[in-house]
């Protein structure tokens, strides 16, 4: 029997012609290798001593997600990004206790002293120096970094339930639906964005939040009144004039007909269901009955997870439909529509799982996206507000005083940058060790 | 799907509590109705959308009004008008279309420099780290642009401002002016593109120099620079072209973060001091005339495809 074994210098395959031969020479690296087998009545060394990794042994017992494991491991650029990540991470959910226990510090701590220049360059006391109102600037960027952290991860989460099943439906479902979907995509693909979360964020935000959880029970309610009257208007509708309308027009024009009726209808009913609750003063008295129990800062941060979320999810539809479209034709696929499983079943047990390698690929990278769009709308003056603070605002913050205290920018913006530069490259470390087909060379 | 986006923010601003003269000290009862009425305030809000939407779009003018505003012609005796925002709320007796005729050539000259440059930049650096792969200029180049990916413009902009204008003296630090004005915001502005056109050039072309017809090219016996220049960066260079609709999108919201580092009199700017003002007829043109301008240059990529790689074709 020959033996698949590895050369210890480089690593190449070497063959063994027979078990007796005592040095093979690796035919890449030209290095050799003693191996003693001795008689297999006198043993004297195993293969494992004899310093020649049994390849054949190694493989076996492997999953896919241990090869990606261990391919992501060789990665230094990314085993780098890993463990930044994992400090950070670390720093900002014990960080600000721990601080503040040690210092006395807390993130919004303005010292009464009375002085007119109260932003202080670093020292032993305040690590980061002060900003201008006297706060403690590596109090305030560990408070940030939970914001502008926990803004990457809900909005990338909200576009990951949303992209996933959108795109995961829309290639599934295939034909005029898939048509249908994917249109809607690109057309909102196509709408400058931005300008729309400027408009959303500015209108609702501050202290017209109010506004929005006026209206909000009111949406949700609308959204349950209308969805289940139209679910009842349908299912009637199928069952009284369904049999005839396919005699006569055929199944496929009812689909079309009935889809294009459901889409229309939702929207109308659940805007009439929202008015109506509206109307009705039910909203507005609960919103005077939690007004004052609502923190605006929170809301504020609130309406940026929903607007992030709400645009990042088109690329993660696209994405998936991608990996849906190429692995839906495939045994297990039938096996299961075999069996009779039912369609969302499909979808979501056998197919979305399949898909998850390029999802959590793009789902890394659209964190760091998702926090430089968080900044820029901090910037602007748009997102996260004071007493609250993100890596963003405290940047945002020091570029006005740049010329003057520059470590107002300095801190915050490397804290940023590096936290930026380090999920870059595990995404892009996670990209070539999931899915070496693609890696780039 | 231009009018979907003027309902949207149309709508968004309706919802809104508070109108644009809230902000004003308050006025008379009469001249506020007097205010409204002109400005059709005063009707219900189906009403107002219909005349925001004919007023954007086309409608026929009644025979004794006289405007300039908007794009005006005749249909045998009836005289149709388009394009009209009206006049913004803030900048009295301007009208929309006035305001973003003058402010638009900044952004446009920041933007469209920066994204030649980037593209030069990119471009360059991203084939250059393809054919030396692995090198030295491979990694150090690629690193340059993860830099690139991760640094925020608004800080970039400060720290070069601070270096090179209040440190230096090299260049002015801020507002519009000559040509040197224009260097800080441009190599801001670009920045971010460069780096990403130069990721997606470098995969593309590594991709591409491994594929059947360029070892074809080589084998007809053809040298290595027109294998280069005439066939492989045909297709090396289409993950870029397809990068340009984002990055207009981006670009946008770029050329708002440097007008207001420069202080630069851009539709950026304008824009964002409209959202600001509850000017609704300028929020609403600006946005409508951007929408509008995006989709069109989307559509010039989606052309262009198929002059760049044969393989794509349209039915």
Same mark, same amino acid.
């Given at each position: 029997m020959l033996k698949e074994l590895s050369c210890p210098k480089c690593g190449a395959p070497v063959t063994l012609e027979s078990e007796r031969q005592q040095i093979v020479v690796c035919k890449f690296c030209a290095a050799p290798s003693v191996v003693d087998f001795g008689d297999r009545e006198h043993p004297r060394l195993t293969i494992e001593e004899s310093g020649v990794i049994d390849t054949a042994a190694a493989v076996s017992g492997t999953s896919l997600w241990g090869d990606a494991w261990k391919r992501l491991l060789k990665n230094k650029l990314a085993v780098f990004g890993l463990v930044v990540l994992a400090v950070m991470a670390l720093l900002v959910t014990i960080g600000p206790p721990i601080f503040t226990a040690i210092t006395g510090l807390t993130a919004d701590y303005i010292p009464d002293d009375g002085a007119l220049l109260k932003s202080f360059p670093p020292s032993l006391q305040h690590p980061m120096g002060t900003d201008e109102a006297g706060r403690d600037i590596f109090a305030r960027v560990l408070q940030g970094g939970r914001i502008s952290i926990a803004v990457g991860i809900i909005s990338t989460i909200v576009s990951l339930i949303v992209g996933v099943s959108y795109g995961a439906v829309a290639g599934y479902m295939g034909g005029s639906i898939d048509?249908?979907?994917?249109?809607?995509?690109?057309?909102?693909?196509?709408?400058?964005?931005?300008?729309?979360?400027?408009?959303?964020?500015?209108?609702?935000?501050?202290? +017209?939040?109010?506004?929005?959880?006026?209206?909000?029970?009111?949406?949700?309610?609308?959204?349950?009144?209308?969805?289940?009257?139209?679910?009842?208007?349908?299912?009637?509708?199928?069952?009284?004039?369904?049999?005839?309308?396919?005699?006569?027009?055929?199944?496929?024009?009812?689909?079309?007909?009935?889809?294009? #009726?459901? #889409?229309?209808?939702?929207?109308?009913?659940?805007?009439?269901?929202?008015?109506?609750?509206?109307?009705?003063?039910?909203?507005?008295?609960?919103?005077?009955?939690?007004?004052?129990?609502?923190?605006?800062? $929170?809301?504020?941060?609130? $309406?940026?997870?929903?607007?992030?979320?709400?645009?990042?999810? $088109?690329?993660?539809?696209?994405?998936?439909?991608?990996?849906?479209?190429?692995?839906? +034709?495939?045994?297990?696929?039938?096996?299961?529509? #075999?069996?009779?499983?039912?369609?969302? #079943?499909?979808?979501?047990?056998? $197919?979305?799982?399949?898909?998850?390698?390029?999802?959590?690929?793009?789902?890394?990278?659209?964190?760091?996206?998702?926090?430089?769009?968080?900044?820029?709308?901090?910037?602007?003056?748009?997102?996260?507000?004071?007493?609250?603070?993100?890596?963003?605002?405290?940047?945002?913050?020091?570029?006005?005083n740049i010329a003057i205290f520059p470590w107002q920018l300095i801190f915050p913006g490397v804290t940023m940058a590096l936290t930026l530069f380090s999920l870059n490259f595990l995404g892009d470390g996670l990209r070539d060790a999931l899915d070496p087909q693609t890696r780039k060379f | 799907m231009a009018l979907l986006v003027v309902t949207l923010t149309w709508g968004l601003i309706r919802i809104a509590p508070g109108t644009f003269y809230d902000s004003e000290k308050r006025l008379p009862p009469a001249i506020e109705a007097n205010i409204k009425k002109k400005y059709g305030l005063d009707k219900p809000w189906y009403t107002q959308y219909f005349m925001m939407l004919g007023n954007v779009t086309c409608r026929t003018m009644a025979a004794d009004e006289t405007t300039l505003n908007g794009v005006q012609f005749s249909l045998g005796s009836t005289r149709v008008k388009c394009f009209d925002f009206g006049d913004s709320l803030k900048y009295e007796g301007q009208s929309v279309n006035e305001i973003i005729r003058r402010h638009l050539p900044y952004s446009a000259t920041i933007g469209i420099i920066a994204y030649i440059l980037a593209l030069i930049v990119g471009g360059g650096a991203g084939l250059f780290a393809a054919l030396r792969q692995n090198s030295i200029y491979d990694y150090g180049s690629m690193a340059l642009a993860m830099l690139g990916l991760s640094v925020p413009n608004f800080v970039l902009g400060p720290i070069l401002v601070l270096v090179f204008a209040l440190g230096l003296y090299w260049v002015p630090a801020a507002r519009w002016g000559g040509v040197l004005n224009l260097i800080l915001p441009v190599i801001t502005l670009s920045a971010i593109y460069a780096a990403y056109i130069a990721r997606l050039t470098r995969a593309g072309m590594l991709e591409v120099m491994r594929s059947d017809y360029i070892r074809t090219a080589r084998a007809k016996g053809l040298n290595e620079t027109s294998v280069l220049l005439k066939h492989a960066i045909r297709g090396g260079i289409i993950p870029v072209v397809s990068f340009t609709g984002p990055a207009l999108a981006a670009l946008l919201a770029g050329t708002v973060v440097v007008e207001r580092i420069f202080s630069i009199p851009g539709l950026g700017n304008i824009f964002i001091q409209s959202v600001l003002n509850r000017d609704e007829p300028l929020t609403l043109g600006i946005v409508a005339f951007l929408s509008v301008l995006v989709m069109l240059l989307n559509l010039i990529v989606d052309i262009s495809y198929g002059f760049l790689d044969p393989r794509i074709r349209y039915e």
């Open positions: 048509n249908v979907m994917m249109r809607i995509v690109d057309i909102i693909y196509a709408i400058p964005y931005i300008l729309i979360v400027i408009v959303l964020l500015s209108v609702f935000g501050g202290p +017209n939040t109010q506004v929005l959880i006026a209206w909000l029970p009111s949406i949700v309610a609308g959204t349950i009144v209308g969805v289940a009257a139209l679910l009842a208007a349908f299912w009637i509708y199928r069952r009284v004039f369904g049999e005839m309308l396919a005699r006569s027009i055929g199944e496929k024009a009812i689909r079309l007909v009935s889809g294009i #009726a459901l #889409a229309v209808g939702v929207f109308l009913l659940i805007g009439a269901a929202t008015s109506v609750i509206g109307e009705t003063g039910l909203g507005a008295s609960l919103a005077e009955r939690y007004s004052d129990r609502v923190n605006l800062g $929170l809301s504020q941060i609130f $309406l940026l997870f929903f607007a992030l979320g709400l645009v990042s999810w $088109l690329t993660m539809a696209r994405v998936v439909r991608g990996q849906i479209l190429s692995l839906k +034709n495939q045994e297990f696929v039938t096996a299961a529509k #075999a069996t009779g499983v039912s369609t969302p #079943a499909i979808i979501f047990r056998h $197919l979305v799982p399949n898909a998850l390698g390029p999802v959590i690929v793009y789902a890394t990278l659209t964190v760091p996206s998702v926090m430089l769009s968080e900044a820029f709308l901090s910037y602007l003056g748009l997102g996260v507000q004071a007493p609250y603070a993100s890596w963003g605002s405290l940047a945002a913050d020091g570029v006005k | -």
